[in-house]
């Protein structure tokens, strides 16, 4: 990505050591500016492809190509607090396993309700997401959290 990623992140699932995940890396990568769009070039050449579809404006969402390992990545503005949410998230759940679990039963209990109803799954997933949160953030202010060094 040469200069345009101020910092490369594994997030979502995956990225936490035990939880439970599909087989779908997410990866962020953290830019200067959304709107420069030279990273969309880049992650082109890469076999990646710009989802405009994507209804969040606080990132720009890229997709694999056929025959990729299903990936997801998310481009955010670099200190911005999407960025910071998902990272904390993320840190979060590798320091509490009793919130990953939590997670993981949630997950599972909603992947048996909805199957493949993708919005209802994410619908009802989002007060887990944002209780786990409020203690994540307490969390943070404790311990004095702040993102740590880039994955890459």
């Not at 710009?50 to 720009?60: H, Q, T, V």
């Not at 997801?72 to 009793?98: C, K, M, N, T």
């Not at 007060?127 to 740590?148: D, F, L, N």
Request: charged letters at 30%; aromatic letters at 10%.
């Amino acid at each position: 990505m040469g200069g345009t990623a101020v910092r490369i992140d594994h997030i979502g699932s995956t990225s936490v050591p035990g939880l439970d995940a599909k087989p779908v890396i997410d990866v962020q990568i953290s830019v200067k500016s959304l709107e420069s769009m030279n990273y969309r070039r880049m992650l082109d050449k890469l076999g990646y492809h710009y989802r405009s579809d994507n209804p969040d404006l606080s990132k720009r969402y890229f997709r694999e190509s056929g025959g990729m390992r299903r990936t997801h990545i998310h481009v955010r503005e670099a200190g911005s607090w999407s960025e910071q949410l998902h990272l904390l998230f993320r840190d979060y759940l590798r320091a509490h396993p009793e919130d990953c679990r939590l997670y993981a039963d949630t997950k599972y209990r909603l992947m048996n309700l909805y199957g493949n109803q993708r919005k209802k799954y994410v619908e009802e997933k989002s007060p887990v997401v944002w209780e786990i949160m409020k203690r994540a953030h307490t969390w943070s202010q404790a311990v004095g959290w702040r993102a740590g060094e880039s994955d890459i």
